[in-house]
């Protein structure tokens, strides 16, 4: 929260927009992950590597972004 906190701050400081992404963090397996690392079942997590594929048709890119 602290963290949170000094990007709030900074983000007003400077006039500038903060804005978060996490539209996958309530997806049936992301669920499933954080139960099971809230649970202690796999111990502590040392180490972890993402690898994230993903496919976006030509619509996508069409928007105004």
Do not use: F
């Amino acid at each position: 929260m602290e963290e949170c906190d000094r990007m709030i701050e900074a983000a007003e400081e400077s006039g500038r927009i903060l804005s978060v992404v996490g539209q996958n963090r309530y997806l049936d397996p992301m669920m499933k992950l954080k139960t099971t690392l809230d649970s202690g079942l796999i111990g502590r997590i040392v180490h972890a590597k993402v690898e994230s594929h993903w496919w976006r048709g030509q619509n996508y890119y069409d928007l105004w972004w």
